[in-house]
């Protein structure tokens, strides 16, 4: 997959597709980054970006940001399938938008081996848990939880969407393993966590950390933005994508 500069953009479109999960090896691997990506347009010979009137332009670009519903990016892929395609890409994380190009698609019943919701980008990283202080000898700290530097995105069941998610979620795996998918502001990298919330550790709370929510404890956004593809450790993603329909939290397949 090709990858061309980023730009910071002026606005946004209403609807994208989240990208939840990249399989390995797909048309789309490497260069789209999990929880973080969100995709806004695409453009193949017969649907060029500019082809409908878009919501704003990003800096250093003379078109139009196009919004990107399932429906147009199933049509779009399987007209075009075993070619290539162009992607415009929102970074949540570094505010920017790109535009790389997928590799071949693969056959059927995989295309480009992605699995995305649908949802509104202006929202991307409104719910993330900051995880401050860590007790030691507690789940979180068995859990390898680094105390203000990780960011908790979402579980193995999809992103979450309030404050009390979260709460709700360690209280529905009391003495059960949660897989969690954390980011560490300082690493600038994505791993998966496996917490095990529990009573018995001989301190306080189930999971011995605490965790901030809202404004102040946002992602802070990179110094520079990233100069190639995703940064995220392969394996995290399996490749559950087929093909696209609309699905809930847990994905739609692309």
């Known amino acids: 997959m090709g990858q061309t500069g980023s730009s910071l953009p002026s606005s946004l479109p209403e609807l994208a597709l989240h990208c939840l999960r990249v399989a390995d090896h797909s048309p789309a691997s490497g260069q789209l980054e999990p929880f973080f990506d ?3 347009g695409i453009e193949s ?6 082809a409908e009137p878009g919501t704003g332009a990003p800096q250093g670009h003379g078109r139009g940001l196009v919004g990107l519903s399932p ?29 790389p190009t997928s590799s071949d698609q693969q056959p059927k019943p995989s295309l480009l ?19 401050l202080d860590v007790l030691e000898g507690s789940p979180a700290e068995m859990a390898g939880l680094v105390p203000w530097g990780d960011y ?45 919330p529990t009573r018995q550790w001989g301190g306080e709370g189930l999971v011995g950390c605490g965790i901030g929510y809202g404004l102040l404890h946002r992602i802070p956004r990179p110094e520079t933005p990233p100069a190639g593809g995703a940064i995220a450790a392969d394996g995290y993603f399996g490749p559950d994508s087929t093909r696209i329909a609309q699905r809930p939290d847990g994905g739609i397949p692309a």
């Open 38 to 40: 969100y995709l806004i």
């Open 152 to 196: 908790v995105l979402a579980w193995s069941g999809g992103p979450l969407h309030s404050e009390s998610d979260f709460y709700n979620l360690i209280e529905a795996h009391v003495d059960k393993p949660l897989r969690l998918f954390v980011y560490n502001s300082d690493l600038d990298n994505l791993r998966e966590v496996v917490l095990y």
């Open 71 to 99: 429906a147009a990016l199933g049509r779009i892929l399987e007209d075009n399938e075993g070619k290539k395609v162009g992607l415009r890409v929102y970074n949540a994380k570094s505010q920017r938008i790109r535009e």
């Open 45 to 50: 010979p017969d649907h060029p970006f500019d």
């Open 113 to 131: 081996g992605l699995s995305l919701r649908a949802c509104n980008p202006v929202n991307a990283l409104e719910s993330v848990y900051h995880v």
